[in-house]
């Protein structure tokens, strides 16, 4: 029985915010998943794969709030807990957004303030208009 882009994006919740599970989020995810964040952006199932191998070991724990569903697209509005570089825990509140085709997850777009992320982990981000 096929799954529901629900059932396919928490399972990757799962897999990512309860496990640190990347093989497991890594199958779920299309070969040209777009993963685009403020401080960061994948454009292929590999690159995510490795910003999930060195995301992970950061990130201490998450609140979940709220789930929205509309067809194949799926929001998950959370809370997650990070140790920055120099040990010091930041918290962001998110949103994730999710496209699911086939049962694989094609898109993937975060929605933080980058502000602290960007202290924690030494990114100078140049904004461009």
């Excluded at 794969?49 to 799926?74: A, C, M, S, V, Y």
Aim: hydrophobic share 40%; with cysteine.
């Amino acid at each position: 029985m096929a799954k529901s882009a629900k059932e396919i994006v928490t399972k990757f919740i799962q897999f990512t915010n309860d496990h640190k599970d990347v093989k497991g989020a890594v199958n779920l995810m299309d070969e040209n998943i777009k993963f685009i964040g403020p401080a960061m952006q994948c454009n292929n199932r590999k690159e995510y794969e490795d910003l999930l191998h060195n995301f992970l070991p950061r990130h201490t724990g998450w609140k979940h709030h709220q789930t929205l569903e509309h067809g194949n697209e799926i929001c998950f509005i959370e809370d997650i807990y990070l140790v920055g570089l120099n040990g010091e825990k930041i918290t962001l509140e998110l949103a994730e957004w999710f496209k699911v085709e086939n049962e694989k997850i094609v898109y993937h777009k975060v929605f933080y303030d980058p502000t602290e992320f960007n202290k924690a982990f030494n990114l100078n981000l140049i904004i461009k208009s």
